[in-house]
């Protein structure tokens, strides 16, 4: 069976880190996309990172650039997001997904979705 499970989300105060994890099962994650997407309280889910496949090249929106790092463990077949430097408006559900690779990650077609962790930033 082809699943992701996030982990890791929490409360944490502004100024604050967390890292999230993203296990797959039933497929090899060094053989594909893996984005992660942010659905904030009253709005869209949205795309803000991601990385490709084998080669681990990574992409970030700009809002996260420089605060959060996506990296993967090919032993553990999981997939991390590093986040430091959080914000309130970082608060959100937090999903990772997975798509076949292409020479761009953030143009993927995600299409196997884990089930989504919380994560607040509050004072």
């Given amino acids: 069976q082809v699943q992701l499970v996030e982990s890791g989300g929490g409360s944490v105060q502004p ?11 039933g497929f090899t994650v060094d053989h594909y996309a893996i984005g992660w997407f ?6 869209e889910h949205k795309g803000f990172g991601c990385i490709s496949a084998r080669d681990n090249r990574s992409w ?15 032993a553990r077949n999981t997939v991390f997001l590093q986040m430091t430097s959080l914000k309130v408006q970082d608060t959100g559900v937090y999903s990772c997904a997975a798509a076949p690779p292409r020479p761009q990650c953030q143009t993927a077609a995600y299409a196997t979705w884990g089930q989504g962790t919380q994560v607040t930033v509050t004072s």
């Fill in 60 to 74: 970030y929106e700009d809002s996260v650039k420089g605060r959060f790092t996506i990296s993967r463990d090919n």
């Fill in 38 to 43: 942010r659905q904030a309280p009253g709005k």
């Fill in 15 to 25: 100024g604050g880190s967390l890292t999230l994890s993203c296990a797959a099962s």
